[in-house]
């Protein structure tokens, strides 16, 4: 059957308001937070982009039980709104969906593919500043940062709509001379995507622009704690012309729907951005179908300071590699190597510029430190933070919740970390910056090394020939005096447990194409 995409208006929007007891701001702050968040949720609403209903090929769809699931504000505990808590019904649908509009979105032309990613980007740019307090409001970044996600995540789209004109093949020069010999490269066909919330715009375009570049159809499973930007963004891809089932849309319940996209053998790739946990279970349930399957996982990123490094880049690289986004991004730097010789004028410089960091509601001015996405990731801190001065650590600076309340928590800074504290092995997924010391070149590579992950690391030094030894470390992503590295033209993955593939540049493409041998036989003259 096919569907059509309906332009009408979402079911009747309610905003809900539900402030959270639990750590809760003073009553006067929480009245002017709640205040401001309902204030640009309403002018989302106007702007038709406070969108609540799953897309399932080309029509807004509730779930099919009528269940929902609510969507809170991480700042003030509000309730946003509610979406559907879709699960294997409404799964299964938007695949067949996918399945169905991919027999004609993979005949249209590269141009025109190109041509409706393009707009696609306009749309998202132009819409910039509501999509960054949609971001704001369900995931808790600063403004700013928000809205550079959204600059960052709509780079994806303007890339992979130029290189969805380049994908090339090869001629192969035939070993007989009766034949021809050629490489074709074709879209592998229904994509599942499943995207975390820390990015909940970027992760999406990541994902999605090299698939429909290439040709692909897409089921997109965004995070049940920030929807609404996934479906924000789906309504700026019907606005651009993407025909409908190309682009779908479910969430609810996760292990309905991955187990749904699992299964089924209509879908022929499954992409993932998540813990290395959930990436196992994904690569084991891929197995049953053989499908693609590309996984960018968890991180535990070091940050090698050198005693010949330049402190005040140290610093601020360091800063950004390990605060941006609260701490919540897998490539944030999770444990801070210092050399023995700059060891105590880094941890003071450092500690100086972290205790400058202003923390509080996303839509405040000058913040740059927003909440905890919920009371589940502080405790995750408190317990590492515990566990770390329970075995010698001293705490510099913060360790310890917020006077604001709710999930927000002080920048910290723990010196005398050692690597065999939890804080040192596993990602904390939060603002607190372990600073471990070594005095080796030697030392500190294998301390670096040491770890099951290898998505991202960072290095400090103003030595070249060491910046080249060191860079080769057992890691997907090197920042040589520099924190943030991210860009849609490099490529984007880790070594190891830290997953596999690649997204993001020229070698994104290759992650949603097969490539095919032809023989062209019997071609000699008659």
Not at 106 to 123: G, H
Not at 207 to 214: E, R, S, T
Not at 476 to 482: C, D, P, R
Request: charged share 20%; net charge neutral.
């Amino acid at each position: 059957m096919t569907l059509m995409i309906s332009r009408m208006a979402a079911r009747p929007f309610k905003l809900l308001s539900h402030l959270s007891s639990m750590h809760a701001p003073t009553p006067l702050l929480a009245r002017q937070i709640s205040m401001d968040a309902k204030g640009f949720a309403s002018r989302l609403v106007s702007a038709g982009l406070l969108r609540n209903q799953g897309l399932i090929g080309g029509k807004w769809s509730d779930a099919y039980d009528g269940n929902t699931i609510k969507v809170h504000n991480p700042a003030t505990g509000d309730v946003i709104t509610t979406v559907p808590c879709m699960g294997l019904n409404e799964t299964n649908d938007a695949i067949s969906a996918a399945y169905n509009a991919f027999s004609s979105w993979s005949k249209v032309t590269a141009a025109e593919r190109s041509k409706c990613l393009r707009k696609w980007y306009d749309l998202l740019i132009s819409h910039k500043e509501e999509l960054g307090q949609l971001i704001t409001l369900e995931q808790g970044k600063p403004l700013q940062e928000a809205m550079g996600e959204v600059t960052y995540g709509a780079g994806f789209i303007e890339f992979f709509a130029e290189e969805a004109k380049r994908v090339y093949g090869d001629i192969i020069p035939s070993p007989l001379a009766d034949r021809r010999m050629l490489v074709l490269k074709q879209p592998v066909g229904v994509v599942g995507a499943i995207t975390p919330w820390n990015f909940p715009l970027a992760m999406i375009t990541r994902k999605v622009g090299p698939a429909l570049a290439c040709g692909c159809t897409v089921v997109i499973k965004p995070s049940e704690l920030t929807p609404l930007t996934a479906l924000a963004a789906a309504e700026l891809a019907v606005q651009a012309g993407i025909p409908p089932g190309v682009v779908n849309v479910v969430m609810g319940n996760a292990s309905a729907i991955g187990d749904a996209l699992l299964a089924s053998p209509q879908v022929r790739k499954i992409t993932f951005t998540g813990s290395t946990a959930v990436g196992k279970k994904l690569m084991a349930g891929a197995a049953g179908t053989v499908k693609k399957i590309s996984l960018e996982l968890g991180g535990n990123a070091p940050c090698i300071v050198f005693d010949d490094a330049d402190l005040d880049v140290a610093v601020k690289g360091t800063l950004g590699a390990k605060f941006r986004n609260t701490g919540q991004t897998c490539v944030c730097a999770n444990r801070i190597i210092v050399q023995e010789g700059i060891y105590e004028k880094f941890v003071d410089a450092f500690s100086k510029a972290v205790q400058k960091l202003q923390v509080g509601h996303g839509f405040s001015e000058g913040v740059v430190q927003g909440p905890l996405i919920n009371e589940a990731a502080v405790q995750k801190v408190e317990s590492f933070v515990k566990d770390a001065t329970s075995k010698g650590a001293k705490v510099v600076l913060g360790a310890k919740r917020h006077s604001l309340g709710m999930t927000f928590y002080e920048p910290t800074v723990l010196s005398d970390v050692k690597s065999d504290m939890l804080i040192a092995r596993e990602e904390v997924f939060g603002p607190v910056a372990p600073v471990l010391r070594f005095k080796t070149e030697d030392e500190a590579l294998r301390m670096a090394n040491d770890t099951n992950a290898g998505l991202a690391a960072y290095i400090f030094t103003n030595n070249v020939q060491r910046s080249w030894r060191v860079a080769e470390a057992e890691y997907g992503l090197v920042g040589v005096n520099e924190g943030l590295i991210s860009t849609e033209v490099a490529p984007f993955g880790g070594v190891k447990q830290s997953g596999l593939g690649r997204e993001g540049s020229k070698y994104g493409m290759d992650e949603y194409l097969e490539v095919k041998y032809v023989c062209l036989g019997n071609m000699s003259s008659n």
